[in-house]
T-cell receptor, first 112, second 114 residues
Framework: NAGVTQTPKFRVLKTGQSMTLLCAQD?????MYWYRQDPGMGLRLIHY???????AKGEVPDGYNVSRLKKQNFLLGLESAAPSQTSVYFC???????????FGQGTRLTVV | AQSVTQLDSHVSVSEGTPVLLRCNYS??????LFWYVQHPNKGLQLLLK??????LVKGINGFEAEFKKSETSFHLTKPSAHMSDAAEYFC????????????FGDGTTLTVKP
């Protein structure tokens, strides 16, 4: 059971560089999410998707873009990385809005 | 509007003693409530959830939580702590109708002393 898989697990970027984080789930879930986790702040929702081809903004969407071209994949893009985007990023998926979310292992991103 | 407050940022207990992690919430809806656990360098894992059925919810690894509407609380308990329970715990409130509206608490770090 793979569940939710995130790649890469670690990345160091220079300010201004771009990158894409990939999230893949094999549970046929409609809902997918991208969160960032910063010390003492819990998880904050960046963007989410309620189905293939749909995306919506979360609490902290600025500086990020997402795409859901296939149901099983949810991509998070940083077009021009900034040090404030140094964080641990988690992808999650769920069957519906109020059911259990399954989380990936996280991506630790450092922007220098 | 909704919010969730985890009343303790750190809790320390001795192995074999009870665990109490406190969570208060506010919500304009009848919410769904969740507790997740995060071990170091891992993703979050669901411990238990409340979705308007029984108010006393049993979860994995001996944890349980009681939904108290009058007190707007959803505290997590375990009768006897184990070393493997050391982790960070998150309380989450969701209105249930909008995937983008779940709110996470700031987390409680549980330390278990031998």
């Amino acid at each position: 059971n793979a569940g939710v898989t995130q790649t890469p697990k670690f990345r160091v970027l220079k300010t201004g560089q771009s990158m894409t984080l990939l999230c893949a789930q094999d549970m046929n879930h409609e809902y997918m999410y991208w969160y960032r986790q910063d010390p003492g702040m819990g998880l904050r929702l960046i963007h989410y998707s309620v189905g293939e081809g749909t995306t919506a903004k979360g609490e902290v969407p600025d500086g990020y873009n997402v795409s859901r071209l296939k149901k099983q994949n949810f991509l998070l893009g940083l077009e021009s990385a900034a040090p404030s985007q140094t964080s641990v990023y988690f992808c999650a998926s769920s069957y519906s809005a109020n059911t259990e979310a399954f989380f990936g292992q996280g991506t630790r991103l450092t922007v220098v | 509007a909704q919010s969730v407050t985890q009343l303790d940022s750190h809790v320390s207990v001795s192995e074999g003693t009870p665990v109490l992690l406190r969570c208060n919430y506010s919500s304009s809806y009848s919410p769904s409530l969740f507790w997740y656990v995060q071990h170091p360098n891992k993703g979050l894992q669901l411990l238990l959830k409340y979705t308007s059925a029984a108010t006393l919810v049993k979860g994995i690894n001996g944890f349980e939580a009681e939904f108290k509407k009058s007190e707007t609380s959803f505290h997590l308990t375990k009768p006897s702590a184990h070393m493997s329970d050391a982790a960070e715990y998150f309380c989450v409130v969701s209105p249930g109708t909008n995937a983008g509206k779940s709110t996470f608490g700031d987390g409680t770090t549980l330390t278990v002393k031998p």
